[in-house]
């Protein structure tokens, strides 16, 4: 069953009100899925109709009549890319592409570029005010850089800023910032900025944000945005992301953290309970998965709220299975993350993607416990450390509750 979505304007309300975000109880409580479950396999690709969405637009423009669709470029045969420079800034690019003289991309256009610099790579999509993962998926593009440097960049060029269709109304826009390093140029070890047009194979469909939306690997899912129809160059020194209005960190990079599955709430004595569940892999890496076992009759760590001294345990990381991606043969795989020989990942698990863990418990004792499950990252740091802070992605110990009866 597909899960009702959650609009950027309940997540707007949340953050501008004070309240705590949806923990995975509430979510559930209030009919909302908390975010897909891999349960089988190594690199838990998502179908696309599984992602649970968070989504802005009133009405939902890939929910609009098919007529009305081509007419605003919500399918491949009539989309267009505008690239301008800023009118409220000194930005200078010698060749921008307009709807208004028939220069704007178009989605044919793009299929040209993509012969010879289509990329494709793994990564985690996360909302950085919910604290379970949307989907993971192989997605498939274009670099950014790729198109705007048929633009002719010149000079006073700071920032570019992009937005998606927004039904001709400026109150809905979605707009984000990227540095122009970031986009020009990758870190080594970094994956591009995207224009990206498949997931899994498979061309994307309105609800994942076709025909083209932005992919920004190291960030969290506003950065991502759907339905692109608009790129500008700017000379304008700070970003002024629509998500700011919502006091979030529109910077923040993705963060490490483990969450568990589906478990039961009650077992016997008899029942042999195999602990498993999903980490997200962030910009530190991921070194171990850890869980911890307390009974509620056992004191917790004294002036330790991030439980340090806990005596926590090690689970196992599921090895890579590439029948996730087998598929996917044509994939143009990048080679920050895969052999491009082998089409094996060059480690595992990789930055930026979504990995499973497993342990299995011993028989327990008739009793309440309590379980919890944290990451380690390639730095050392223990979840949710090094970035505990709110509005910048929830990394918060989860725990869950469970009776053993005789």
């Known amino acids: 069953m597909k899960a009702r979505a959650l609009s950027r304007r309940d997540l707007f309300k949340l953050g501008t009100a004070g309240a705590a975000v949806l923990t995975h109880a509430e979510a559930q409580a209030a009919g909302k899925k908390a975010g897909p479950v891999c349960e089988e396999g190594g690199c838990c690709i998502t179908p696309s109709g599984d992602f649970y969405n968070v989504e802005r637009g009133n009405p939902l423009p890939y929910k609009l009549p098919i007529e009305k669709q081509r007419e605003i470029g919500m399918v491949r045969e009539t989309w267009r890319l505008e690239v301008i420079a800023d009118a409220a800034s000194n930005a200078k690019i010698e060749r921008p592409m307009l709807r208004s003289d028939g220069t704007a991309l178009t989605f044919e256009r793009l299929m040209e570029i993509a012969k010879t610099k289509a990329v494709s790579y793994l990564k985690v999509i996360t909302c950085n005010n919910l604290a379970d993962p949307l989907g993971h998926g192989l997605w498939e593009g274009v670099p950014l850089r790729d198109v705007l440097w048929e633009c002719g960049p010149v000079e006073n060029l700071r920032h570019v800023w992009y937005h998606g269709h927004h039904n001709e109304d400026p109150k809905q826009i979605f707009k984000c910032y990227l540095p122009m390093n970031r986009v020009f140029e990758d870190p080594p070890g970094e994956l591009p900025v995207m224009l990206c047009y498949k997931l899994n194979g498979?061309?994307?469909?309105?609800?994942?944000?076709?025909?083209?939306?932005?992919?920004?690997?190291?960030?969290?899912?506003?950065?991502?945005?759907?339905?692109?129809?608009?790129?500008?160059?700017?000379?304008?020194?700070?970003?002024?992301?629509?998500?700011?209005?919502?006091?979030?960190?529109?910077?923040?990079?993705?963060?490490?953290?483990?969450?568990?599955?589906?478990?039961?709430?009650?077992?016997?004595?008899?029942?042999?309970?195999?602990?498993?569940?999903?980490?997200?892999?962030?910009?530190?890496?991921?070194?171990?998965?850890?869980?911890?076992?307390?009974?509620?009759?056992?004191?917790?760590?004294?002036?330790?709220?991030?439980?340090?001294?806990?005596?926590?345990?090690?689970?196992?990381?599921?090895?890579?299975?590439?029948?996730?991606?087998?598929?996917?043969?044509?994939?143009?795989?990048?080679?920050?993350?895969?052999?491009?020989?082998?089409?094996?990942?060059?480690?595992?698990?990789?930055?930026?993607?979504?990995?499973?863990?497993?342990?299995?418990?011993?028989?327990?004792?008739?009793?309440?416990?309590?379980?919890r499950c944290r990451t380690i990252d390639e730095n050392g740091h223990a979840q949710p450390m090094p970035r505990p802070f709110p509005k910048s992605g929830k990394n918060n110990i989860q725990k869950a509750l469970l009776e053993v009866v005789a």
């Open 202 to 371: 498979e061309f994307l469909t309105g609800e994942r944000g076709g025909p083209v939306r932005m992919i920004v690997p190291e960030a969290y899912g506003f950065k991502s945005v759907k339905w692109l129809q608009r790129i500008g160059f700017t000379n304008a020194h700070q970003s002024d992301d629509t998500y700011a209005n919502g006091n979030n960190d529109i910077n923040s990079w993705l963060k490490t953290f483990a969450r568990f599955g589906d478990l039961p709430n009650k077992l016997s004595v008899k029942d042999e309970l195999t602990l498993h569940g999903n980490a997200q892999v962030g910009i530190s890496g991921l070194r171990q998965v850890q869980y911890w076992l307390r009974n509620v009759n056992e004191p917790l760590p004294a002036n330790d709220p991030l439980f340090t001294r806990a005596p926590w345990q090690e689970a196992q990381i599921v090895p890579f299975d590439g029948s996730g991606i087998a598929g996917f043969k044509g994939a143009p795989l990048h080679p920050v993350q895969f052999d491009s020989a082998t089409r094996l990942p060059r480690q595992w698990p990789l930055r930026h993607t979504l990995c499973r863990w497993t342990t299995k418990l011993a028989k327990l004792a008739p009793g309440k416990y309590e379980l």
